[in-house]
């Protein structure tokens, strides 16, 4: 069975950075989303099939690294400017792939950790 666990929620100031992280023994393909409030859930990093890189959203892209520990199977998202429009709920998900300029998922989520970005 398949758990996956998050771990590293904050609150920062804008400009802050912060990084979040996700354990699962089905780790490979995990990626990340996130859900501002009143928004609906919004895929901002995942795996790139054919090119089998991490495809990233504009929204996040330069600013927000997903990168993998394999002896760990763990995969953490390292955030850097930070802005109050990036508070949101973040998840992670198992089995997540680039669907054009979207990040789609099928596999297992995470319990969601809250970012807050505020002066």
């Known amino acids: 069975q398949v758990q996956t666990v998050e771990s590293g929620g904050d609150s920062v100031h804008p400009g802050g950075s912060v990084r979040i992280s996700c354990t699962a023994s089905?780790?490979?393909?995990i990626g990340w989303f996130r859900q501002a409030p009143g928004k609906e859930r919004e895929g901002i990093s995942c795996l790139d099939l054919t090119t089998g890189d991490t495809y990233y959203t504009d929204s996040v892209k330069g600013r927000f690294t997903s990168t993998r520990d394999n002896v760990k199977k763990t995969v953490y998202l390292e955030m850097t400017g930070l802005r109050p429009d990036d508070t949101a709920v973040y998840y992670c998900?198992?089995?997540?792939?680039?669907?054009?300029?979207?990040?789609?998922?099928?596999?297992?989520w995470g319990q969601g950790t809250q970012i807050t970005v505020s002066s």
């Open positions: 089905d780790y490979y393909a």
């Open positions: 998900v198992t089995d997540s792939w680039r669907d054009g300029s979207k990040c789609r998922a099928s596999g297992h």
